[in-house]
């Protein structure tokens, strides 16, 4: 059986994520892109990035670190960072999906090619790690806050996972099934009382527990869980307790904080385990977290994470646009949580943010071409950055530069593997209801309760706002049809496409949430227009970093002001925005706007405050400005850049 | 001869930095503060921090240390950071100070004994560390990016420099030669041609070379620092050569980056190499360097470094309140940079900033009874910290409580030795002229070329701005005294105090900069008036962080809003400054205004942006407000706290 065909034999089972429940995702093989924003970016995905992250783990003796171990040949000297292991996994799970959506021979030899060298390395007792247990390395698990072993394994058990819904039984499977085995034994109810510094052994563990319908992985899941927040990690050394959230017990916090993407990671598990558990309790735990963050610790791109220090959340309205740290897997983080509170509890909230992420912060990582990475996702970029080498490892992604490899290179592989199932985040099932929200250009083929439906999807979104949905084949009557209406689109309708010769359909007006289709017939064509020209966001006066400014947005993508795109490329600095000017949208997914240069102080030599309140604006050289998506900045090189522009009028009169 | 006597005997040279040149500061004992805003302060210092600073590290085994490596029974474990020899030696250098402003008994027996412990410890040829060189440890100058090594030793010259200054060849000194002269084989010339990762070296060998008369630690010092900037030291992972200056001649870069102590250190190094060397290119250097920086990465407070991350500068404008870094010892570098160039050029921008940070962050760091202190400095502190525990190392101060000690502890003994020598910034002799840049209630005893300058100074600055100096007696026709106008001080006035039965003499007012008296008489008596009324304070508008907000100053103090100062603590999130509001003065250092609550969006469980414009203010709840200095702030307990209000008006708005 070829990847194509399994892909169509078992649809239902082709997801990420199967929680408990009525509610499933889609599989990735029930949605097929046709180009479109998200075709393309998953066709460059596949075409470019996987080779590239393969390529660069290769030249850098990640891969080899495998060999290493397999022939008996380590020594204190081994390539990468302790956690390197993890992006090879990372790759693998995107290589799974990449193969089952394509068949692409390529990507099936390269990853069996992997599978086998993983494979040769494991130890005999299910151990499997590249960086501890072996001759000149430190001892297993000799450093659980830094050493990120189990959090290696993890993600060795989601490609796993992926591997199994997709092919069924496998070697890859089976070395996964080995390390779980070893981890419940050395961690389980009789073992070892430990955690690992870094979240993701449990989402791994219950994942797997789930498709293998083992209950040993998903209580070993719970035990990690609930021993978090009791201190039993060593501090690291100038980072607290709340660094890797063993400050608190995860059902007792009120929102999230420390390292971004390991408390996201952490609640993505704490929803997994509360689903397969039924502990309602700690699902609302995870939403009251989910709330307060969204509401408080979270950029208009849905980038979370403020701090540069410790990858970290801020504190409540500590969201400085320039230094936004904004990590690219914590957003892809972002997405595994909301996508499994979705699946728990249906709220349309999550897919919301889920869109807003997507086309803010995942879309806004790769180059072009699909090799080179922003890994921090700032939302202002003072001074244009330097185009990155592409044969140089960055050091650390400061942000303002796409960068081909990092020292700490979490990001690309995580990006690939999320492109490739892309279509997971994409629409759910529950019984005869199709529920889509996410829109891009394809065919959807999705298995209900009574049958199939299949629906032509044919939409330009986000560059236009009109989605238009035909009706293939119907299961029946039973078959409805739930659309996600953005919480941004204020003033959408849905109409039913006249058939030539009919009546034109007035349409009606949908509200934000979701617009409900119950009369499905084969051939109908519907119509959603969600309203996207281009409007002002203001941000909360309580976030200090904005105060005084305004951004515009369209449909669900930010945009942002480049210096490359105006003559001159001038300071930024200088440049407020004027909010009575009207936002001109310019059809090609961006706006064009007034922007003028903002009055000035002058005291040269003193410090820049001074008795006299100085005008934020309304000042010289009014210009018009074209204001791009944020997701394609720096796409064309070096820049500065601003999501939030000063408001052109006087600031801080009395 | 006692060290009083010591003192009374060779005044001009009591002073951490004596350049080459016309100028000179004035020597610890030529100034006795009695009480008053410093004089207390440097009392605390005396009377609790230096023991509390010894105890600290004879409890945490740093003076162990040495007896370990004096006796040959190091190993691998050894406490405190490899730099924990550094803060031993400037304690030894704040209890010179001590010793020979008060004649203390109990610090002359520290002192002598610390500086057997510390001697019994140097290798035979000179080399003095006990991190590095000895059984279980690294070898010498293995690690030069972050050993620290050379850093250690600088401290250790500045020590001596001290000791020679008030107490002539004396073992201390004889232990630094030692160490200065290994320094300069091991480096010179004919050496190995490496910098040390953290500069201080430099200093300490100028300073040593000038106490010493010995050109070629001056000679070694120009050698370190003309080596820098050009990639000799290797990497830091995840941070870039900018963190130690190593990515651009000193001579060569426009701004201050990277690592903000490292940065003013090597600044300070950088004037005492030029003017000992005759460079004005590289005093221009730095000149330069320095008013950028002043211009746009520079706080309120006078305080440098923005960011936490790697403690250090910010771009220009990126001057964010909340996670505003300051640390102190970045403050004190601050001082010590100005204070050189002041030497130097004589310009008023330099004392005027080193009033500005020694009134917000050297005055800010200590509490009130000098055991427990500030690391980092912020403007803006959302959430109350938690009361620091007595008995605990801090991990790192991220402001909010003052700590009684940290991992990295350097803070504290800065500030001891800082305030030890508060004199030696107050006032500078050229020729015939005093100079007195600092007001401070005492008496000055000052050394002209023609003869004994007495005056006593009566004052209760801050708190008031009048500051009376009476003429107690003068060496003659020819001595002349500047008195400066701070900047901020807009109509000032200096008048003659009539004798009784004399006309009043209506004075005149000074501009900011220099008002000179030539006709100094015995019994005369002047006062400067300065005006201390509480002032708004504007921010430059290009500093994102602070956008739409206003702080309140009064005199040379930054002034603060505390969450403890207000009925029920509230949340400072909601509450704007009414700008139209009168500024009303305490008459105690305070000022009382008028705050209210701000308007509120709400959009609960949504992103906090939005399609409607929210009021920044206006709103309801008016209620005095008593605004604080912030150098008090947190000294009653844990607290919010805000330097920076929004302005109470419709902010944003079109």
Known sequence: MT????????????????????????????LTLSGGFWGTRQQVNGDA???HCLSWMERLGWLANFDRVATGTTDECRPGWQFSDSEVYKLMEAMVWQEVRTGDPWVSRQ?????????????????????????????????????????????????????????GPDPLVEIARRAADHVCREFGPEGTVAICGHPEIELG???????????????????????????????????????????????????????AVRALYLAAAAVDVAVDTGDAELVDAVE????????????????MGSRHQDEGFGEDWELPADRAYCETCAGIASV??????????????????????????????????????????????RTAGTEADAEQVNPRAEGGLRAPWFEVSCCPTNVARTLAAWQA??????????????????????????????????TEYPAAGTVELEVVQTPGPRASLRLRVPDWAHGATLTRVPAPGHATDPGRVVDPGWAVLDDLRVADVWRLDLPTAPRLTWPDPRIDGLRGTVAVERGPVVLCLQSRDLPG???????????????????????????????????????????????????????????????????????????FLPVATDVGSG
Chains 1, 2 share one sequence.
Do not use: K
């Open 336 to 381: 595994m949580v909301s996508w499994r509170l979705y699946l728990a509890t249906g709220d349309v909230r999550y897919p919301d943010l889920i869109e807003r992420t997507m086309f803010n912060i995942i879309a806004t990582s790769p180059r072009a071409d699909g090799r080179a990475f922003f890994y921090a996702n700032p939302l202002q970029q």
């Open 288 to 303: 009251r977290q989910w709330t307060r963050t969204v509401e408080r610790r979270t950029y208009l791109t849905g980038g």
């Open 3 to 30: 990847a194509v065909q399994r892909a169509a034999a078992a649809p239902a089972g082709l997801a990420p994520v199967v929680a408990a429940g009525g509610r499933r995702g889609i599989g990735v093989g029930e």
């Open 569 to 643: 490329a001038p300071d930024l600095t200088d440049l407020c925005l004027d909010v009575d000017a009207p936002l001109a949208d310019t059809g090609d997914g961006a706006a064009v706007t007034l922007v003028s240069a903002a009055d000035r102080p002058a005291r040269p030599g003193h410090p820049p405050y001074g008795p006299a309140e100085v005008s934020g604006g309304a000042g010289r050289g009014s210009q018009h400005a074209r204001l791009v998506p944020y997701h394609s900045w720096a796409q064309d090189g070096p820049t500065a850049m601003r999501v």
């Open 49 to 51: 990035t996987l080779e």
């Open 111 to 167: 990853l069996a090619a992997l599978t086998a060298r993983i494979g040769a390395a494991q130890d005999e007792d299910g151990y499997l790690n590249t960086a501890y247990g072996h001759a000149g390395q430190a001892p297993r698990y000799s450093d659980m806050s830094s050493g990120h072993e189990l959090y290696c394994t993890g993600f060795l058990l989601q490609a796993a996972v992926a591997r199994f819904r997709t092919a």
């Open 205 to 259: 563990l219950v994942e797997l527990g789930r498709a293998l319908d083992e209950p040993r992985y998903v209580e070993q899941a719970r035990l990690f869980l609930e021993r978090r927040g009791r201190g039993l990690l060593d501090p690291i050394p100038l980072l607290g307790p709340a660094y890797f959230q063993d400050d608190q017990p995860v059902r007792e916090a009120e929102v999230w904080r420390g390292h």
């Open 425 to 458: 985040y994409a629409a759910s099932v529950e019984g005869d209801t199709l529920t889509l929200m996410q829109y891009a250009t394809g065919e959807l083929r999705v298995e209900l309760d009574s049958g199939v439906l299949v629906l032509q999807v044919r």
